[in-house]
């Protein structure tokens, strides 16, 4: 039988519960191994995914050649190729190097910040739609944490 990866977490969460909520006695140093033992898994979802050659390569071409979607924001059809307008890509890059982000994950978050959010965000311009969007996509993480 296969572990349920989100066994540990799960009872993160029960201790967190009993010391917070129940304020059961003794469970605070339960609590604080637990934090001591997740700290790198807390650390870690802060961090942006690593920037990669092969990654860029494919990025680059993006103007040119065409990268496969989806990228998590388009149809389910991953063999179809779609061009993006060469500021797009210069865009993405440039998130990239900005935050030390994977560009794909770059990209992906420029393009989905395009098909989402144009409307409301129009009278921003692509950069500080990028940064913000950068900064949303970590705020769930910090609330829960």
């Given amino acids: ?33 637990s934090l001591k033992k997740f700290k790198p898994t807390f650390i870690g979802l802060l961090k942006n995914p690593p920037r ?41 890059m440039i998130i990239s190097e900005m935050f030390e982000m994977n560009e794909i994950s770059s990209l992906q978050l420029l393009l989905q910040g395009k098909s989402k959010y144009i409307p409301i965000w129009s009278f921003y311009s692509v950069k500080n739609e990028s940064i913000a969007l950068i900064q949303w996509n970590h705020l769930p993480i910090l609330d829960d944490i």
Avoid: F, H, Y
Avoid at 57 to 64: C, D, F, G, P
Avoid at 72 to 80: C, Q, Y
């Fill in 1 to 33: 039988m296969v572990e349920d990866p989100w066994t540990p977490l799960k009872d993160l969460a029960n201790i967190v519960e009993a010391a917070v909520l129940k304020n059961q006695p003794g469970i605070l140093s339960d609590l604080e191994i």
């Fill in 52 to 92: 990669s050659s092969a990654d860029a390569s494919l990025v680059r071409k993006a103007a040119t050649e065409g990268i496969s979607l989806p990228l998590g924001i388009a149809s389910d059809d991953v063999t179809n190729k779609q061009k993006l307008p060469a500021a797009v890509v210069e865009e993405a």
